[in-house]
């Protein structure tokens, strides 16, 4: 059973930064990639980011240039660095992590953009 632990989520005024960090129970090399989704309120789960074993990465138009994906392999941990955190950037963000067809999930953790 992989299990996926969120955190750093919360409230942040616009254009402010937040990190979110997903710590997998399992060797996170072993997945083929490991991402972000968020969803907001009334609208669909969609991908953010996500990062593939070889390391390519890949964003939603939407977060470009603001949002970046990492790894630490030996924390067996991926993170969210989010810059220039927008109201339509609030959501419940999950963790996700992939291999071949079968998918795992967190928690999910809130992140809030508001005045």
């Known amino acids: 059973q992989v299990q996926l632990e969120e955190s750093g989520g919360g409230l942040v005024q616009p254009g402010g930064s937040l990190r979110l960090s997903c710590t997998t129970s399992?060797?996170?090399?072993?997945?083929?990639?490991m991402g972000w989704y968020r969803q907001g309120p009334g609208k669909e789960r969609e991908l953010v980011a996500s990062i593939d074993s070889g390391g390519s990465t890949n964003y939603a138009g939407s977060v470009k240039g603001r949002f970046a994906i990492s790894r630490d392999g030996a924390k067996n941990t991926v993170y969210l660095q989010m810059n220039d955190l927008k109201p339509e950037d609030t959501a419940v963000y999950y963790c996700n992590a992939r291999i071949w067809t079968t998918e795992h999930w967190g928690q999910g953790t809130q992140v809030t953009v508001s005045s």
């Open positions: 399992r060797r996170m090399f072993s997945f083929n990639t």
